[in-house]
């Protein structure tokens, strides 16, 4: 398969926690290359809006407060088969059910703070990564 490009967020928990380092490093070992990357503080517009698609959940208010409560890093990660391949690292989105190796197991918290967010298709990512990057900043 040719390469694809996927949208990453190393979420606040794992970034106050030290753990951005870590993320980085198995991405690569897992073949990612990292397109470009940014470190940001999330405004609550920002972050209401990248979730936009839950705000009818009973859980977005406290989703975005966990996602504003500290910097994060964006990444635009490449590799193969990208939006899978970053799924199935990730891991599911409750680290209890997560396999072993995978990222949310390893450093997850709980359900809502799982450390990594990993676009859920190709069009998602297609709309996620314009959300964060410029076409200059894809274009490395
Ligand atoms: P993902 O694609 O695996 O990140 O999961 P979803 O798109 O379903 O949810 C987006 C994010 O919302 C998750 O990564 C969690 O941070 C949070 N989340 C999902 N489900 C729950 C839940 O049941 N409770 C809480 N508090 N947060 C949740």
């Known amino acids: 398969m040719s390469l694809e490009r996927t949208f990453s967020i190393i979420k606040p928990d794992a970034v106050a926690g030290g753990k951005a380092g870590a993320i980085l490093a198995l991405l690569e070992e897992r073949g990612f290359r990292i397109v470009t990357m940014r470190k940001m503080l999330l405004s609550q517009a920002q972050a209401e809006g990248f979730y936009a698609v839950h705000r009818e959940r009973p859980f977005f208010q406290s ?3 966990f996602m504003t409560e500290g910097p994060v890093i964006v990444l635009a990660l490449e590799r193969a088969d990208a939006v899978k391949m970053l799924r199935e690292t990730m891991g599911a989105t409750n680290p209890a059910n997560a396999a072993e190796g995978t990222i949310r ?6 359900i809502e703070r799982n450390c990594i967010h990993g676009s859920d298709a190709p069009e998602t990512a297609a709309v996620e990564l314009a959300y964060f990057f410029s076409t200059l900043d894809l274009a490395i």
């Open 105 to 110: 197991k390893r450093f997850a918290e709980s």
């Open 63 to 65: 989703l975005v407060k």
